[in-house]
């Protein structure tokens, strides 16, 4: 009977593995290494490299094919729940294709399942982070964009194409015209992505003098420097960041009543700002949340840069 699983998290720079030892529906992290994403010609060495990365960690210790359950991966794209991926665009694969059927064939026929990589950050965090034991999570991850990921029931709820919980993509700003790179306008993304951040936090100090030490730095302002400025109690900065909260707050607001989950887990790199993130969210959150879901809590992701091994190894695991 297998006792190892395998757990993947495919970027655009590097793809991150993880061996679990499965123990029941538990696994214990074992070991973690990572390679570089080689995207040229198509993508097409991605998955081959990735076979031989498992085959030859399998060689090194000595596993026999029996012991091993599968493998799961998580990709930056929608992958339906036939293991279909609907393009990869930072992987430059233009095509459809089944990444599962394919993977589980340069694998020798081991078995794989795959899932979009926020998807699997949120069914890492419900595993073993900060919803743990939580059956509806949500997640939504602030970087260089917003995602987000769905687990229902235990499970990464995908959707029809693989393309449920892009919640970068509601729209919250009706009266926005600058187009999204999703082509819409007025979508949560614009607003509270790291790039989003700083055009919020130009444009509150373009409107009035206060005094404020992001004066200083408003052409190559980041949105760390709005955040430590909150922290440090600067009255601007905390302006910015409770306009930054009433986007999000109000944007899961919307989600949590329709999904109606147990916890909101908020990852990426934004989430480094601690506590003072989730005091700006909650305020605006309370206010607009349906008071059937009032109880939702949210918290801080805790798994950082491993969530996505963790949760393509949970869909291997009951």
Sequence with gaps: ????????????????????????????????????????????????????????????????????????????????????IRKA????????????????????GMKVKATNDANAAALGEAWAGSAKNAMNVL?????????????????VYAGTTGAAGEVGHIMIERDFEEKCNCGNAGCLEQFASATGMVRVGRRMLSETADPSPLRERRDRLTAKDIWDAAKDGDSMGLKIAGEIGRYLGEGLAIIATVLNPEVIVIGGGVSAAGKIVLESVEKHFKKHIFHASAGTKIVLASLGNDGGIYGTAKLLID
């Design 139 to 155: 997640m939504i991850t602030l970087g260089t964009g917003v995602g987000g990921g769905i687990v229902i029931n235990g499970k």
């Design 1 to 84: 009977m297998g006792k190892y699983v395998f757990g993947i998290d495919v970027g655009g720079t590097s793809v991150k593995f993880g061996l679990f030892e499965v123990d029941g529906s538990n696994g214990n992290l074992i070991e973690k290494w990572s390679i570089p994403t080689r995207t040229e010609d198509s993508g097409s060495h991605i998955l081959p490299d990735i076979a031989d990365s498992i085959k030859n960690k399998i060689s090194e210790k000595s596993y026999g094919l029996d012991e091993i359950i599968g493998a799961g991966i998580g990709l930056p794209g929608p992958v339906d729940d036939k293991g279909i």
């Design 89 to 108: 665009v930072n992987l430059y694969w233009k095509e459809d294709f089944n990444v599962e059927e394919r993977l589980s064939g340069l694998l020798d």
